[in-house]
Protein backbone atom coordinates (compact mmCIF):
# COMPACT_ATOMS: atom_id res chain seq x y z
CA UNK A 1 0.00 0.00 0.00
CA UNK A 2 1.28 3.57 -0.77
CA UNK A 3 1.31 5.41 2.06
CA UNK A 4 2.02 8.58 0.44
CA UNK A 5 0.95 9.11 -3.24
CA UNK A 6 2.20 11.86 -5.90
CA UNK A 7 0.25 13.29 -8.80
CA UNK A 8 1.20 14.17 -11.87
CA UNK A 9 4.21 11.76 -13.06
CA UNK A 10 5.49 15.04 -15.39
CA UNK A 11 4.77 18.27 -15.77
CA UNK A 12 5.43 20.86 -19.08
CA UNK A 13 5.08 24.53 -18.06
CA UNK A 14 6.05 27.76 -19.74
CA UNK A 15 8.69 29.87 -18.07
CA UNK A 16 6.55 32.23 -15.82
CA UNK A 17 4.27 29.15 -15.08
CA UNK A 18 2.72 28.27 -11.83
CA UNK A 19 3.20 24.05 -11.86
CA UNK A 20 1.56 22.37 -9.28
CA UNK A 21 2.24 19.21 -7.80
CA UNK A 22 -0.40 17.14 -5.66
CA UNK A 23 0.11 14.58 -3.07
CA UNK A 24 -2.12 12.28 -0.86
CA UNK A 25 -1.12 10.72 2.47
CA UNK A 26 -3.11 7.52 3.89
CA UNK A 27 -1.58 7.69 7.78
CA UNK A 28 -3.30 10.34 9.78
CA UNK A 29 -0.65 9.98 12.51
CA UNK A 30 2.30 12.03 9.86
CA UNK A 31 3.16 15.07 11.56
CA UNK A 32 5.95 16.46 9.22
CA UNK A 33 5.14 17.02 5.32
CA UNK A 34 8.48 18.47 3.74
CA UNK A 35 9.00 18.86 -0.33
CA UNK A 36 12.30 18.02 -1.89
CA UNK A 37 13.88 18.99 -5.02
CA UNK A 38 16.30 16.43 -7.06
CA UNK A 39 18.34 17.15 -9.76
CA UNK A 40 20.11 14.51 -11.79
CA UNK A 41 23.31 12.83 -10.18
CA UNK A 42 22.62 14.58 -6.97
CA UNK A 43 20.65 13.84 -3.77
CA UNK A 44 17.29 15.46 -3.06
CA UNK A 45 17.62 18.87 -1.22
CA UNK A 46 14.83 20.33 1.37
CA UNK A 47 12.68 22.91 -0.20
CA UNK A 48 10.06 23.89 1.98
CA UNK A 49 8.08 21.55 4.65
CA UNK A 50 4.85 21.77 6.77
CA UNK A 51 3.09 20.79 9.59
CA UNK A 52 -0.64 19.48 9.82
CA UNK A 53 -1.47 22.64 12.08
CA UNK A 54 -0.46 24.88 9.36
CA UNK A 55 -2.89 25.33 6.21
CA UNK A 56 -0.09 27.10 4.31
CA UNK A 57 3.30 28.12 4.39
CA UNK A 58 5.03 30.35 1.80
CA UNK A 59 9.16 30.49 1.47
CA UNK A 60 10.44 32.33 -1.68
CA UNK A 61 8.62 31.62 -4.81
CA UNK A 62 7.60 28.25 -3.11
CA UNK A 63 4.19 27.71 -1.80
CA UNK A 64 3.05 24.70 0.28
CA UNK A 65 -1.21 24.51 1.07
CA UNK A 66 -2.08 21.77 3.44
CA UNK A 67 -5.50 20.23 3.45
CA UNK A 68 -5.90 18.12 7.08
CA UNK A 69 -9.46 17.12 6.17
CA UNK A 70 -8.95 15.81 2.78
CA UNK A 71 -5.29 14.23 3.95
CA UNK A 72 -3.97 16.48 1.06
CA UNK A 73 -0.87 18.64 0.28
CA UNK A 74 0.36 20.52 -2.68
CA UNK A 75 3.52 22.22 -3.94
CA UNK A 76 3.13 25.81 -5.88
CA UNK A 77 5.95 26.88 -7.74
CA UNK A 78 5.75 30.62 -8.65
CA UNK A 79 7.22 32.35 -11.34
CA UNK A 80 9.14 29.17 -12.94
CA UNK A 81 12.42 29.25 -14.48
CA UNK A 82 13.77 26.87 -16.25
CA UNK A 83 16.51 26.33 -13.17
CA UNK A 84 13.45 24.61 -11.66
CA UNK A 85 13.70 21.78 -14.31
CA UNK A 86 14.11 18.77 -11.60
CA UNK A 87 12.31 15.93 -10.07
CA UNK A 88 9.79 16.84 -7.17
CA UNK A 89 9.06 14.27 -4.10
CA UNK A 90 7.37 15.20 -1.15
CA UNK A 91 7.55 13.24 1.92
CA UNK A 92 5.64 12.60 4.76
CA UNK A 93 6.92 11.68 8.75
CA UNK A 94 5.85 10.88 12.31
CA UNK A 95 6.90 13.75 14.66
CA UNK A 96 10.86 13.82 15.79
CA UNK A 97 13.63 12.22 14.01
CA UNK A 98 12.33 9.57 11.64
CA UNK A 99 12.08 7.88 8.56
CA UNK A 100 10.42 9.40 5.84
CA UNK A 101 7.93 7.80 3.12
CA UNK A 102 8.79 9.56 -0.27
CA UNK A 103 5.70 9.96 -3.54
CA UNK A 104 7.21 8.34 -6.85
CA UNK A 105 8.17 12.26 -7.82
CA UNK A 106 7.04 14.48 -10.23
CA UNK A 107 9.40 15.35 -13.04
CA UNK A 108 8.38 19.18 -13.65
CA UNK A 109 10.06 20.55 -16.77
CA UNK A 110 10.29 24.74 -17.28
CA UNK A 111 10.27 25.33 -20.95
CA UNK A 112 11.29 29.00 -22.15
CA UNK B 1 30.51 23.76 6.19
CA UNK B 2 30.68 20.20 4.28
CA UNK B 3 27.54 18.75 3.50
CA UNK B 4 26.85 14.82 3.45
CA UNK B 5 29.53 12.59 1.20
CA UNK B 6 29.38 9.19 -0.16
CA UNK B 7 31.83 7.52 -1.21
CA UNK B 8 32.36 5.38 -3.92
CA UNK B 9 29.79 7.14 -6.08
CA UNK B 10 29.44 4.56 -8.62
CA UNK B 11 30.39 0.92 -8.05
CA UNK B 12 29.79 -1.81 -10.65
CA UNK B 13 29.73 -5.35 -9.33
CA UNK B 14 29.55 -8.95 -10.93
CA UNK B 15 26.27 -10.55 -9.65
CA UNK B 16 27.43 -12.49 -6.44
CA UNK B 17 29.76 -10.15 -5.30
CA UNK B 18 30.08 -8.06 -1.83
CA UNK B 19 29.57 -4.60 -1.76
CA UNK B 20 30.44 -1.47 1.13
CA UNK B 21 29.05 1.86 0.69
CA UNK B 22 30.31 4.21 2.84
CA UNK B 23 28.55 7.38 3.99
CA UNK B 24 30.40 10.08 5.85
CA UNK B 25 27.24 12.15 8.17
CA UNK B 26 27.35 16.01 8.61
CA UNK B 27 29.82 16.56 11.78
CA UNK B 28 27.18 16.65 14.89
CA UNK B 29 24.89 15.09 13.12
CA UNK B 30 23.36 12.62 15.29
CA UNK B 31 20.84 10.39 12.82
CA UNK B 32 21.45 8.64 10.28
CA UNK B 33 18.82 7.32 7.42
CA UNK B 34 20.05 5.23 4.80
CA UNK B 35 17.60 4.89 1.46
CA UNK B 36 17.53 2.95 -2.00
CA UNK B 37 16.13 4.93 -4.78
CA UNK B 38 15.17 3.02 -7.96
CA UNK B 39 15.50 4.48 -11.11
CA UNK B 40 12.48 6.79 -12.20
CA UNK B 41 11.00 6.27 -8.11
CA UNK B 42 11.17 7.92 -5.30
CA UNK B 43 13.99 7.21 -2.09
CA UNK B 44 12.76 4.16 -0.05
CA UNK B 45 13.70 3.76 3.50
CA UNK B 46 15.94 0.85 4.25
CA UNK B 47 17.67 1.43 8.04
CA UNK B 48 18.43 4.21 10.16
CA UNK B 49 20.54 4.80 13.56
CA UNK B 50 20.71 7.39 16.36
CA UNK B 51 24.18 7.69 17.52
CA UNK B 52 25.53 3.85 17.32
CA UNK B 53 22.18 2.08 17.88
CA UNK B 54 20.08 1.14 14.92
CA UNK B 55 16.83 1.86 15.42
CA UNK B 56 14.89 0.24 12.83
CA UNK B 57 16.05 -2.31 9.88
CA UNK B 58 12.50 -2.92 8.77
CA UNK B 59 12.72 -1.98 5.48
CA UNK B 60 16.34 -3.70 4.34
CA UNK B 61 15.12 -5.91 1.57
CA UNK B 62 16.72 -8.95 2.98
CA UNK B 63 19.47 -10.53 4.60
CA UNK B 64 21.93 -10.25 2.48
CA UNK B 65 21.89 -6.05 3.38
CA UNK B 66 23.27 -5.07 6.71
CA UNK B 67 24.39 -1.31 8.09
CA UNK B 68 26.69 -0.38 10.94
CA UNK B 69 27.55 2.58 12.14
CA UNK B 70 30.12 1.46 15.16
CA UNK B 71 31.38 4.85 16.66
CA UNK B 72 28.27 7.25 15.84
CA UNK B 73 29.81 8.35 12.71
CA UNK B 74 30.68 7.00 9.56
CA UNK B 75 28.44 4.58 8.47
CA UNK B 76 28.65 1.41 5.97
CA UNK B 77 26.11 -0.54 4.10
CA UNK B 78 27.17 -3.61 2.92
CA UNK B 79 24.90 -6.13 0.48
CA UNK B 80 26.79 -9.44 0.39
CA UNK B 81 26.26 -11.63 -3.01
CA UNK B 82 24.73 -9.21 -4.84
CA UNK B 83 22.04 -9.50 -7.40
CA UNK B 84 20.46 -7.45 -10.08
CA UNK B 85 17.93 -6.21 -8.29
CA UNK B 86 20.42 -4.70 -6.41
CA UNK B 87 20.74 -1.81 -8.76
CA UNK B 88 19.91 1.06 -7.25
CA UNK B 89 21.48 4.82 -6.04
CA UNK B 90 22.02 4.11 -2.23
CA UNK B 91 21.27 7.66 -0.18
CA UNK B 92 22.54 8.54 2.84
CA UNK B 93 21.21 11.32 5.26
CA UNK B 94 21.97 12.68 8.43
CA UNK B 95 20.17 15.52 10.64
CA UNK B 96 20.32 16.85 14.18
CA UNK B 97 19.04 15.92 17.41
CA UNK B 98 15.07 16.17 17.14
CA UNK B 99 15.33 18.26 13.74
CA UNK B 100 13.08 16.79 10.98
CA UNK B 101 15.05 18.13 8.40
CA UNK B 102 17.00 15.50 6.81
CA UNK B 103 20.13 16.53 4.68
CA UNK B 104 21.09 14.19 1.82
CA UNK B 105 24.31 12.75 -0.13
CA UNK B 106 24.91 12.91 -3.39
CA UNK B 107 24.24 9.08 -3.30
CA UNK B 108 26.32 5.64 -4.57
CA UNK B 109 25.37 4.12 -7.61
CA UNK B 110 25.37 0.64 -7.60
CA UNK B 111 24.79 -1.12 -10.82
CA UNK B 112 24.67 -5.12 -10.13
CA UNK B 113 26.11 -7.34 -14.03
Known amino acids: QQQVKQSPQSLIVQKGGIPIINCAYENTAFDYFPWYQQFPGKGPALLIAIRPDVSEKKEGRFTISFNKSAKQFSLHIMDSQPGDSATYFC???????????FGKGTRLSVIA | GAGVSQSPRYKVAKRGQDVALRCDPI?????LFWYQQALGQGPEFLTY????????KSGLPSDRFFAERPEGSVSTLKIQRTQQEDSAVYLC???????????FGPGTRLLVL
Open chain 1, 91 to 101: AASYSGNTPLV
Open chain 2, 93 to 103: ASSLPQQETQY
Open chain 2, 49 to 56: FQNEAQLD
Open chain 2, 27 to 31: SGHVS
